[in-house]
């Protein structure tokens, strides 16, 4: 009985040192993590946080006229499902052409979008420059977060969080338990955690993907706007973009959204994101995010694969066929393989969630099972049914709620990403 007393005593003091210390996270880590089967966060760990609301008072759903042609081929639908695809969806022409759900995901499911967050915040801040509560992407971030601290502080911007060259004091590590990335991750205070790393005196000379950054860029409009950023994106895109299901972003125990990942929505709604892209910027006529600054955020950086919170890159002809130039995309990318790509020259999205991204090389940054699966939707021959679809849509889905997509302005997405 003693040594039974004696190691619960020691049991409880630990419990408390770590409670205490840097470390407290831990234990939200491994209920939410390891206790569940996983050695990451995964897409459906929104469960295990509290949850910010983004409504969706609107709804327009997508015009649907599904069509086996869009099926990815024999060698591709092998790939996805080896990679542990949850939905993958084909939008052309403003209409769904193809969807499949698998491994425990459905048309309902509110995944983790993870880092394809990062894309949606930046356009939130530029709504917000939009709308002058902030004076634009020269801004300087201390100006809302004087807490920041280091040799680059004084000169880190908005722009500079957008572009990944905010050379943060941050390791990007999305599997080490005692990272900073894991205790900004499952931690009490995200502000606390990111505003803790010292900015360096290599800001805007270098490219480096923090997630940090965005955290802190999240923080800048919530200052700026007085809103949380899950009320703003209510507001100012899920709402006006007509999303047909609620979404919500993951908070800490501070109230605080985990802005540089963890937006969870359905796999059609997310669509309509990349729906945006293709329709630079506008909604129904609206203007949600300006064109000029979209051009901007998909015009690359130090790096030819990114530019502000976007992938970017292009896919060449086939073997044996010539273009006048290479068909450029613009993706919002995540963790464990979340991808929603505009592609404008075939007036097309993709969107894919799932629970692996794959091994391989990688291309400009970017993992081979999406550089595979992009390069085939481009490559692909989809005239014949593209006729026949708009001839069927113009009977059938005259009155559709979603304003079609237009081709006039194509060229507002660089054609060549190395530029």
């Known amino acids: ?26 234990f939200k880590g491994v209920y939410a993590t390891y206790l569940q089967g996983h050695v990451t966060s995964n897409i459906f760990d929104g469960e295990s946080f509290e949850q910010g609301a983004v409504s969706a008072p609107n709804p327009q759903p997508w015009p649907v006229q599904l069509d086996m042609a869009y099926a990815p081929s024999d ?16 939008f052309v022409n403003d209409t769904l052409r193809y969807e499949d759900y698998d491994n425990k995901v459905r048309p309902d499911s509110k995944t983790n979008s993870f880092s394809m967050a990062k894309s949606i915040v930046t356009m939130l801040v530029q709504i917000a420059i939009q709308e002058g509560q902030l004076s634009g992407w020269d801004a300087k971030a201390a100006d809302f977060l004087p807490e920041l601290h280091g040799p680059g502080a004084a000169q880190l911007t908005l722009g500079h969080l957008s572009s990944m060259t905010a050379d943060l004091d941050w390791d990007e590590d ?100 990349g729906k945006l892209l293709l329709q630079h910027g506008r909604w129904n006529g609206d203007v949600l995010v300006d064109s000029t600054f979209l051009y901007t955020a998909s015009t690359p950086g130090l790096e030819a694969f990114y530019g502000y919170s976007f992938w970017l890159g292009s896919v060449d002809a086939p073997e044996g066929e010539m273009w006048e130039a290479p068909v450029p995309y613009v993706a919002y990318r995540g963790h464990l393989g979340q991808w929603i790509v505009a592609i404008p020259h075939r ?16 291309e400009n940054g970017l993992p081979s099972s999406f550089v595979q699966t992009v390069t085939e939707y481009v490559q692909r021959d989809f005239t014949a ?23 006039g302005e194509s060229d507002a997405l660089p054609v060549d990403s190395g530029r």
């Open 385 to 407: 049914h593209l006729s026949a679809a708009g001839e069927e849509l113009e009977s059938d889905f005259s009155d559709a709620p979603a304003e079609p997509l237009t081709t």
């Open 75 to 90: 060698a591709l639908q092998s790939l996805l499902s080896d990679i542990e695809t949850g939905a993958f969806l084909v």
């Open 174 to 273: 999305y599997y080490n338990p005692f990272g900073v990335t894991a205790k900004a991750y499952y931690g009490k205070d995200l502000r606390a955690t990111v505003t803790a790393c010292e900015v360096g005196e290599q800001v805007g000379q270098r490219y480096e993907y923090q997630s940090g950054a965005t955290a802190l860029l999240g923080f800048c409009l919530e200052a700026a706007t007085g809103m949380k950023v899950h009320e703003y994106a209510s507001a100012k895109l899920w709402g006006p973009m007509g999303a047909t299901s609620d979404a919500f972003w993951h908070l800490d125990d501070s109230g605080n959204a985990l802005t540089y990942c963890c937006f969870n929505a359905t796999a059609r709604d997310y669509g309509r994101l």
């Open 347 to 362: 007036n097309m999205i993709l969107v894919r969630t799932g629970h692996q991204e794959g091994s391989g090389d990688r």
């Open 1 to 26: 009985m003693k040594r039974i007393v004696q190691t619960l005593v020691a049991a409880a003091i630990v419990f408390l040192l770590v409670q205490a210390s840097w470390y407290s996270y831990l």
